[in-house]
């Protein structure tokens, strides 16, 4: 969980690097803590897909139109596992997850959070497939157990490099950030 923390800190640093601003520390602490979360709800929910998903879903499925002879059972089986990890858990646990503590983090409240959400959620979930199921089908098919969670870690550092360019800060979502920032000399000038 540590490593992952780390390497979601890195990714976060190098996205924060291409944009204007300075380097937002509450952000890269809001990308550090959910990866440990998310991490840590990885290792309780992969041994369950390892062990719901052994390709019979999909077999059955090819079988229904005379086609499972095409395929293997283990590539069945790997297709099956990312299938169920980027359709199921990634849209009704890491994304609300994600949107919900990054944002509290960086200081939305639950309005402006529900409105970051509704703007990312549609061009995340694209890049997340093209992403992560040919990064978890090769972790399912090729993988030992024991290494998915690290493999799944540095393949991390990437997608939050992706994440963080893409819905990383929450400032623009705050009413409490101005739309362009305001200079007050005298006090006496317009918005101070």
């Not at 590539?75 to 596992?81: C, D, H, K, Q, S």
């Not at 949107?99 to 200081?107: D, E, I, L, S």
């Not at 290494?147 to 893409?166: E, K, R, V």
Request: net charge negative.
């Amino acid at each position: 969980m540590l490593t992952g923390a780390a390497l979601a800190t890195a990714g976060d640093a190098i996205a924060q690097q291409r944009e204007d601003d300075e380097y937002d520390p509450s952000r890269g602490a809001s990308f550090a803590a959910f990866d440990m979360i998310y991490r840590s709800a990885q290792h309780w929910l992969f041994p369950i897909i390892v062990e719901l998903c052994r390709g019979q879903y999909l077999y059955s499925l090819l079988g229904s139109i005379g086609a499972s002879q095409l395929v293997d059972l283990s590539t069945l089986t790997a297709m099956e596992r990312a299938l169920a990890s980027q359709l199921i858990i990634v849209p009704f646990l890491y994304y609300p997850v994600f949107f919900t503590f990054t944002g509290y983090m960086q200081g939305l409240n639950l309005q402006e959070g529900m409105e970051r959400a509704k703007q990312n959620f549609a061009p995340l979930m694209k890049r997340n497939l093209l992403f992560w199921i040919p990064v978890q089908y090769v972790q399912f098919c090729y993988l030992p157990t024991e290494l998915q969670i690290p493999f799944l870690s540095c393949a991390g550092l990437a997608w939050t490099f992706i994440l963080s360019i893409m819905a990383g800060s929450a400032k623009k979502y705050s009413k409490d950030v101005p739309e362009h920032e305001t200079y007050c000399v005298i006090g006496t000038e317009q918005d101070c």
